[in-house]
């Protein structure tokens, strides 16, 4: 592991590599951080819900946020740290004091793995990192994010959703077992998640479509695993959620990072 924020300066980097299943325990930091899996799937729960991270994306959290960080496989995971003082002279006029999800463009993995690199000099990793904020602020962001209801009710089905991967039960059976109405979910899930419910369970079919693709399953088993009629729904289900189909997801999740020099 290589994390150089106890040197004083105005930003801190942490390299480290963790095997599928290891977990980060609930934190906050002083700093604002973007973490970034170079390879491998990372889940990042937060007190409203999840954001699932494969390699093609990258999450900005705010400083002073609890969150945890789970591996969904075998990971090497890259976070950059700034200093309160370092974000408001380095950031571009864009707010950052939400948490968001951002495609990775080519420039800012390479700017983040060159920060990230041993014995990289100073003044080269401070340009990379003010780089990444300009770039991280010019990338849409992308909705990998899936919002947990607050209110017991809503969390009872949404529990049963998300244990009900290949949709066998629709939304009356799932009121029936979650002793509600369909009307009281179609009332409590945009209240609490900002998404209908029928909107929610797809992005939540999606994100569990991620687990599966990380730890290797094929596209035809995971469509078939997550209740898709065909491979070609899937695919098209995924890319919206996304915005890239499940083979470039696998292509992206199969390429080596090159060890640090």
């Known amino acids: 592991m290589t994390r150089q924020a106890q040197i004083p300066t105005p930003f801190g980097i942490l390299r480290r590599t963790f095997p599928r299943g290891e977990a980060v325990a609930w934190h906050a930091h002083a700093e604002s951080q973007v973490i970034f899996a170079a390879s491998g799937t990372v889940q990042v729960y937060t007190e409203s819900g999840r954001w699932f991270v494969p390699p093609q994306l990258a999450l900005w959290m705010p400083a002073r946020i609890a969150h945890r960080v789970d591996m969904l496989s075998d990971t090497e995971l890259r976070m950059i740290y700034w200093h309160p003082s370092a974000l408001q002279k380095w950031a571009p006029k864009r707010p950052l004091d939400y948490i968001f999800a951002l495609a990775v463009t080519p420039l800012l993995r390479e700017l983040i793995l060159c920060a990230c690199k041993d014995d990289i000099p100073f003044e080269k990793a401070e340009l990379a990192v003010r780089l990444i904020l300009h770039e991280l602020t010019e990338t849409p962001d992308i909705p990998v ?5 607050m209110g017991t009710i809503g969390r009872r089905v949404a529990d049963l959703a998300l244990a009900d991967s290949r949709m066998h039960l629709g939304v009356s059976d799932l009121a029936i077992r979650a002793a509600t109405s369909i009307r009281t979910i179609s009332r409590i899930f ?8 029928k909107t929610w369970r797809q992005r939540a079919r999606i994100a569990l479509a991620i687990d599966q693709l990380s730890a290797g399953r094929t596209i035809s088993r995971v469509a078939e695993d997550t209740g898709f009629g065909s491979t070609a729904a899937f695919s098209f289900a995924f890319r919206q959620v996304t915005k890239m189909t499940p083979t470039a997801f696998l292509h992206q999740r199969l390429i080596p990072i090159a060890p640090s020099t």
């Open 190 to 197: 945009p209240a609490e998640t900002g998404l209908t419910f």
């Open 145 to 149: 994010f899936l919002p947990m209801p």
